[in-house]
C-alpha cells in the first residue's frame, strides 16, 4: 500500500534543494584574490605615479624634496621655454616620420610574406629578427653605418665619388637618421600583427574574387584592407603610444644634437630631472607628454571608428 504524502513535504524539500544549490550569478567575493596581484602593480606602478606626478607638478621640487605649492607655474615655465617648444616639434616630427612608415612598410611585409613556404617563413624571422634587440645595439649597428668619413654609408658613397648624407651631424638630418634607426628597429611588430590578421581572413572570400576574375588591386581594396581594417587601427595606436616615448635612440646616436634639432620630450624630461634636478618641471613635462600621447591615440581611433561606421 502505497505511502500517504505528508503535506507540504515538497514543498519543503524543493526550498532546501534551492538552498543548496548556489547562485551561480552571485558573486563570489573570494575571486578577487585571483586579481588581487595585478591589481597590486596596476596600482603602484600605473596608477598611483600618474597622481603622485600631477602633485609633483604643481610643486617646487627637487632632489632635497618637494618645496611649496607653486600651482601652474612649472607649466607656464615650460611653454616660456623655446628649447621645449623645439622639443614638441621634435617629437611630432619622429612621430610623423615613423608611425605611417612602420604601418605601411609592415603592411608589405606582411602582404608578401604571408604564404606556407619555407622561404617566406625564414624572411619573416629575418625582418622580426631586429626587434629583440637593444637599443644599444640598433644604435651601434646604425652609428656604424652613419658616422661620417668612416661608416658604412660613406664608403659606399665614395666608390661612386660622392659625399654622404651627415646625419649625425646635420640638423635637417639627424632626425631622419634616427628614424630610419627607429622603423628597421620596430618594424618587426607591426608586421607580425598584420600577418596575424591576414591568416584570419576567410579563403573562401579570395576564392569568390577570384571566380569573378577579380584584380589583385581590387581584392586587396575591397576585400584584405576592410578585413584588416581593426588591426590597422591598432598598429597605428600601438605605434604612436611608442614612438611619442623615443629616448634611447636619440640619447645614443645623437645626445639631443646638433643644436636640440633631435632631441624628443622624454630626453628633455630626463634633463630636466636628473641633470637639473628640477623635479617639478620635469613631472609637468611628463604630464604634457602623457597628454599629447592621449589625445593623438584616441584622435586616431575616433578618426578611424568614423571612417569605418561611414564606409
Request: charged content about 10%; aromatic content about 14%.
Amino acid at each position: 500500500m502505497a505511502e500517504a504524502a505528508i503535506p507540504g513535504s515538497g514543498s519543503a524539500a524543493s526550498a532546501s534543494v534551492r538552498q543548496a544549490v548556489p547562485d551561480v550569478n552571485a558573486p563570489i567575493w573570494r575571486n578577487a584574490l585571483f586579481v588581487a596581484p595585478y591589481l597590486f602593480f596596476f596600482l603602484t606602478l600605473l596608477v598611483v605615479p600618474l597622481f603622485w606626478g600631477v602633485w609633483l607638478s604643481l610643486h617646487k621640487a627637487d632632489a632635497f624634496g618637494i618645496g611649496r605649492f607653486v600651482g601652474l607655474d612649472n607649466y607656464f615655465r615650460l611653454f616660456r621655454d623655446k628649447i621645449f617648444l623645439q622639443v614638441i616639434g621634435n617629437t611630432f616630427y619622429f612621430v610623423l616620420l615613423t608611425v605611417p612608415a612602420l604601418a605601411v612598410i609592415g603592411l608589405l611585409l606582411a602582404l608578401a610574406l604571408n604564404r606556407n613556404a619555407r622561404t617566406a617563413a625564414a624572411l619573416r624571422a629575418v625582418y622580426f629578427a631586429s626587434s629583440v634587440l637593444s637599443v644599444t645595439i640598433v644604435t651601434l649597428i646604425w652609428r656604424t653605418v652613419f658616422i661620417g668619413n668612416f661608416g658604412l654609408l660613406a664608403t659606399v658613397y665614395g666608390w661612386f665619388g660622392a659625399t654622404a648624407p651627415a646625419f649625425l651631424s646635420d640638423p635637417k638630418l639627424a632626425m631622419i637618421g634616427i628614424a630610419i634607426a627607429t622603423v628597421w628597429w620596430c618594424i618587426g611588430l607591426p608586421m607580425m600583427l598584420f600577418l596575424s590578421a591576414l591568416q584570419q581572413v576567410p579563403r573562401e572570400i579570395y576564392e569568390a574574387a577570384s571566380l569573378d576574375n577579380a584584380s589583385r588591386w581590387g581584392t586587396l581594396w575591397h576585400i584584405t584592407l576592410p578585413s584588416i581594417r581593426r588591426t590597422f587601427v591598432l598598429v597605428i595606436i600601438i605605434e604612436i603610444v611608442l614612438q611619442f616615448q623615443l629616448f634611447g635612440q636619440a640619447w645614443l646616436m645623437t645626445k639631443g644634437g646638433p643644436n636640440n634639432a633631435s632631441k624628443p620630450i622624454v630626453l628633455y624630461i630626463y634633463e630636466a630631472t636628473f641633470i637639473k634636478w628640477d623635479l617639478g618641471l620635469g613631472a609637468a613635462a611628463s604630464e604634457i607628454l602623457f597628454i599629447l600621447i592621449m589625445i593623438a591615440a584616441l584622435a586616431q581611433y575616433f578618426i578611424s571608428r568614423r571612417k569605418g561606421e561611414e564606409g
